[in-house]
């Protein structure tokens, strides 16, 4: 069973950064981080989860318009991570984030096409 654990929210005034991570576990998750399409999803109170950033296998990247210019999604494969450096906060980033992974996503932001998520790390962005 393959579990991501997401940290590093916080909260922070508008025009801060945070980096966030996910971390996979047990011992399929080099093969998981390294063969599997992993993203980053938020989800606000009474909104849709709506896709931020995608990384492919081989390590192309999407993202939504709304972050463009601002996160950028990385991971390591030898530390089994997810990153998410995320610059130039606005107050409509705050959300709760959600790592996911999936091995035929193709990158879709359609949250129901990834089998794998974590629980959740909280971004709140004061203005």
């Known amino acids: 069973q393959v579990q991501l654990v997401e940290s590093g929210g916080g909260s922070v005034q508008a025009g801060g950064s945070l980096r966030l991570s996910c971390a996979a576990s047990?011992?399929?998750?080099?093969?998981?981080?390294?063969?599997?399409?992993m993203a980053w999803f938020r989800q606000a109170p009474g909104k849709e989860r709506e896709g931020v950033a995608c990384?492919?296998?081989?390590?192309?990247?999407v993202y939504a318009d709304s972050v463009k210019g601002r996160f950028t999604i990385s991971k390591d494969n030898a530390k089994t991570t997810l990153y998410l450096q995320m610059n130039s906060l606005k107050p409509e980033d705050t959300a709760m984030y959600y790592c996911?992974?999936?091995?035929?996503?193709?990158?879709?932001?359609?949250?129901?096409?990834?089998?794998?998520w974590g629980q959740g790390t909280q971004v709140t962005v004061s203005s």
């Open positions: 047990p011992s399929a998750s080099r093969y998981i981080v390294s063969n599997y399409y």
């Open positions: 996911a992974a999936d091995r035929r996503a193709w990158c879709t932001f359609e949250w129901r096409a990834y089998d794998y």
């Open positions: 990384i492919t296998s081989g390590g192309g990247v």
